[in-house]
């Protein structure tokens, strides 16, 4: 398996932000395992650091369903949702 390069400073500071603030977000991503894209609103609830990459533990809103995605498959820069 090929390492996971860490998510840079910048952004990783950025959703640990959006954690603690409970900002709802608008995210586009990428399944790491089906390659299946979604965007949808989330609230993310936990940073989660890995051997395999970093993640971000959020609940998708609109299905009240929490979902584990790994930041480096997020496609679009974390932008408040208003």
Not at 61 to 72: G, K, Q, T, W, Y
Request: proline letters at 7%; hydrophobic letters at 40%; a negative charge.
């Amino acid at each position: 398996m090929t390492p996971i390069a860490s998510t840079p400073r910048q952004i990783a500071e950025r959703l640990q932000i959006a954690i603690l603030t409970a900002e709802q977000m608008r995210l586009h991503w990428e399944d790491e395992s089906t390659g299946t894209h979604y965007m949808e609103v989330v609230l993310p609830l936990e940073w989660q650091e890995s051997p395999e990459g970093d993640y971000l533990l959020c609940k998708v809103l609109a299905e009240n369903l929490e979902v584990r995605v790994r930041v480096d498959l997020i496609q679009n820069l974390p932008a408040p949702v208003k």
